[in-house]
């Protein structure tokens, strides 16, 4: 397989994710505002800063408002981390590689961006809001089902698996970090009355919270959901168990051993983490994050620089065992 295959295979999932998991920490945002007091001073400042773009939000917004920020990272085509920047791209690094896929997935893929292009600007409205970020969910999970359903294990697979798992478990950091970071106030007393309705929040836009009800069986405490989401094994969507799964495609590949400690150390970090601690302090959660998501980056610059492209840009072969069983980029 070409490299440049193989890595708008990896992009094309990890786009695909990051719309999916964008609409997700919108929609956790959203409903958080609506179910706490008004008097409470949440913002919509953070989710700029947790995505990466703050640079790119004041070269083209006064103020951090709700309908900036949501129209920023719902519709803004010139910003990448958008929903409809992020579909336009995996869009287009699914277009270049089309023929090594079902054409069912192209034409999902192709459908899904028009359908998102269409309704954006709509959907931006309070109104509009849940309606059009459950539809890209829900489209990213059909995206998901297809390729898992029909596209045979081999090298393609493996990196696409390589790129969902990734950046899901990136992403699913943000959205813990809602939690922890300036969104909600420091004062604890403050908190109090409304601690477990924000994590049940946290659990839904995860789509976890049945999940954490049949496994923990407790009420919703915030060190049982933050151990819940960031260690257990079985979790589609926990930090342990998309790690897992990074380290299990990378066995199928070879040269991978570099790679593959990495993903060992940076998924020990998050085995061995003190959960008590964290849950209990906001500035640690954030801290902790903030580590996870360098070692996330650690892993991606591993993966590229074996698998993608030589130091001076030039594309490579990369030489994939027919046997195989199945920071951000600048690859637009």
């Known amino acids: 397989m070409l490299s440049r295959v193989a890595e708008n295979l990896y992009w094309m999932a990890r786009y695909i994710e990051r719309a999916e998991d964008t609409a997700r920490l919108l929609s956790v945002n959203s409903h958080l505002m609506l179910d706490l007091p008004r008097h409470l001073p949440l913002g919509w400042a953070p989710l700029i800063e947790m995505?990466?773009?703050?640079?790119?939000?004041?070269e083209r917004h006064s103020s951090f408002d709700e309908r900036s920020v949501v129209h920023f990272l719902c519709a803004d085509a010139q910003n990448g981390s958008s929903i409809l920047a992020a579909l336009a791209s995996a869009r287009e690094n699914l277009r270049t590689t089309r023929d090594v896929v079902p054409r069912e997935i192209w034409e999902e893929v192709n459908h899904l961006y028009l359908s998102v292009a269409e309704h954006a600007e709509n959907g931006v409205s309070p109104r509009r809001r849940d309606t059009f970020l459950k539809s890209v969910i829900r489209g990213c999970q059909t995206l998901t089902?297809?390729?898992?359903?029909t596209l045979s294990y081999g090298p393609a697979r493996t990196?696409?698996?390589?790129?969902?798992h990734l950046e899901r478990a990136d992403m699913t950091t943000r959205i813990v970090d809602?939690?922890?970071?300036?969104l909600l106030p420091q004062n604890p007393d403050e908190l109090l009355p409304f601690e477990n309705l924000q994590w049940?929040?946290?659990?839904?836009?995860?789509?976890?919270?049945?999940?954490?009800?049949?496994?923990?069986?407790l009420r919703v405490r915030g060190p049982d959901v933050l151990r819940f989401l960031l260690q257990d094994p079985n979790l589609p969507r926990s930090i342990a168990c998309s790690l897992e799964t990074v380290g299990h495609e990378l066995q199928l590949l070879p040269r991978q051993d570099r790679a593959a400690a990495t993903v060992s150390l940076v998924r020990a970090d998050v085995v061995d983490a003190d959960i008590q601690a964290l849950a209990h302090s906001p500035s640690k959660l954030h801290a902790f994050v903030d580590e996870l998501q360098i070692g996330f980056a650690a892993i991606h610059d591993m993966l590229s620089a074996t698998y993608f492209v030589n130091s001076d840009g030039v594309p490579r072969v990369t030489q994939l065992q027919s046997q195989s069983h199945a920071g951000d980029d600048d690859n637009d």
């Open 159 to 164: 990196f696409i698996k390589l790129g969902r």
């Open 200 to 217: 049940m929040s946290v659990l839904k836009s995860l789509t976890a919270y049945q999940m954490y009800r049949q496994q923990v069986r």
């Open 178 to 182: 809602v939690r922890s970071a300036s």
């Open 51 to 58: 995505t990466g773009t703050l640079e790119a939000f004041n």
């Open 145 to 149: 089902g297809l390729i898992e359903g």
